[in-house]
């Protein structure tokens, strides 16, 4: 099958969706692709920062969002081997410390409001696997692959949207330079008790660094950092003391815990990296978010960036004569600067974790 649209976007997350609803908007017409079959994900990039919340009133989604549901974090509290040692209130004027948004909200409501843009169309279960170039070595198009049907889209531009792994900027032969962190993360949800304050705790446990983060519907979520690429090996010891250590810092969660974290099989891991690439894009192709600058959890930054990545690039294609033409230097030029900045305030965060319990260790 083939498809003509003005712009092919490659992946459904954050940036994407809103780069596919913004563009839709202007009526550009705009084709989204998402390998994965429905829009659910979980357990990825649920916190969002000022920044993103002041995109989401820019293009007004925010209300929408918080109508499905959203929490706003009041505190932050820092936790040293069971007592509470400091402790940040939101302040009144911004009236919280981050925002828990569930990406299903999100990302429904982003495309529940292109849904009704004519010129926005897209597919999920659709699998990009390479892309077209002309004689001149311009990117023309996708090739994708839809339950083994292969789906050829011709188009003026590629945007490379598909995250951290992303296969446009393989296929586009740009460079990437991974950063690792030292640490992976082991991620787990369990209900909330009774009362338990919409907060951000951060733990240190005989040095073991977990962090707690009240989620919408009562749940609390819980990442535990382990040293980087260590899960294998701890997967073998015993599991009981892993999470002896979280029961022993907060009692009140003993039963929950018990009842929702009963092997290693439930927990999430998550491998922790950041990358920066060579280039944003080549002639006739643009790489935004994670797939360009891979955020790692720290900060909550990684929604935000992509989005406002997304921001920026459709104010530069609206100032654009036509499309061939884009400058996708100017749409790296523009945000390179920020985003090195911000996966710097990341390195510091977590190098500067332990400096927060420094009068207790
Ligand atoms: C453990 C963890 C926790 C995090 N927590 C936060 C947080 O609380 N707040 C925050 O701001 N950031 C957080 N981040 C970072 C955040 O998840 C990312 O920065 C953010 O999701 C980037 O958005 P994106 O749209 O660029 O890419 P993604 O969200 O990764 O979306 C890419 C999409 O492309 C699709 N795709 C991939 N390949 C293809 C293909 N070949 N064809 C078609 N589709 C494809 C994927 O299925 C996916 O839907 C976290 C990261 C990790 C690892």
Redesign the pocket.
Not at 288 to 291: H, N, P, R, S, V
């Given at each position: 099958m083939e498809k003509k649209v003005d712009i092919c976007i490659?992946?459904?997350?954050?940036?994407?969706?809103l780069l596919a609803y913004l563009l839709a908007k202007k009526n550009i017409s705009v084709l989204l692709?998402?390998?994965?079959s429905q829009?659910a994900?979980s357990?990825?990039?649920?916190?969002?920062?000022e920044e993103?919340e002041e995109i989401l009133k820019k293009y007004d989604l925010y209300d929408a969002v918080e109508e499905l549901g959203l929490l706003k974090m009041e505190r932050l509290e820092y936790w040293y081997n069971g007592f509470l040692t400091k402790v940040i209130e939101a302040d009144p004027a911004v009236g919280h410390l981050?925002i828990?948004v569930p990406?299903t909200h999100l990302l429904q409501v982003i495309l529940q409001h292109a849904k009704e843009c004519p010129s926005f169309s897209y597919q999920l279960n659709?699998?990009?696997?390479s892309l077209i170039q002309d004689e001149a070595g311009q990117y023309i198009g996708v090739k994708?692959k839809q339950d083994g049907e292969e789906l050829l889209v011709y188009c003026h531009l590629v945007v490379g949207?598909?995250?951290?792994?992303?296969?446009?900027r393989k296929k586009a032969q740009i460079d990437s330079e991974i950063r690792k962190h030292g640490f992976d993360?082991l991620?787990a949800r369990i209900p909330a008790p009774k009362n338990w304050t919409p907060s951000i705790k951060m733990a240190l446990v005989d040095g073991m660094q977990i962090s707690l983060?009240t989620q919408v519907n009562d749940y609390v979520q819980i990442?535990w950092n382990i040293e980087q690429g260590s899960y294998s090996a701890l997967r073998k010891q015993p599991f009981e003391p892993f999470i002896e250590k979280l029961i022993q810092a907060f009692p009140q969660l003993a039963s929950a815990v018990r009842e929702n974290i009963t092997s290693w099989r439930d927990f999430i891991l998550?491998?922790?990296f950041s990358t920066q690439s060579s280039s944003w894009g080549a002639d006739g192709l643009v790489l935004?978010?994670?797939?360009v600058h891979?955020?790692?959890?720290t900060?909550?930054?990684?929604?935000?960036?992509?989005?406002k990545?997304a921001d920026v690039l459709v104010e530069l294609i609206e100032q654009q004569d036509t499309l061939k033409k884009l400058d996708f230097l100017t749409c790296g030029n523009m945000r390179k600067k920020e985003i090195e900045q911000l996966q710097m305030m990341q390195i510091e965060k977590e190098q500067g974790f332990l400096s927060q319990f420094e009068v207790m260790t």
């Open positions: 490659v992946g459904a997350g954050p940036g994407g969706m692709l998402e390998s994965t829009i994900k357990f990825r990039g649920e916190h969002i920062n993103g981050g828990h990406q659709t699998r990009v696997t994708a949207a598909d995250g951290r792994y992303s296969t446009v993360l991620w983060f990442g998550l491998d922790v935004i978010g994670d797939a891979t955020m790692t959890p900060g909550a930054y990684g929604l935000n960036c992509a989005m990545d």
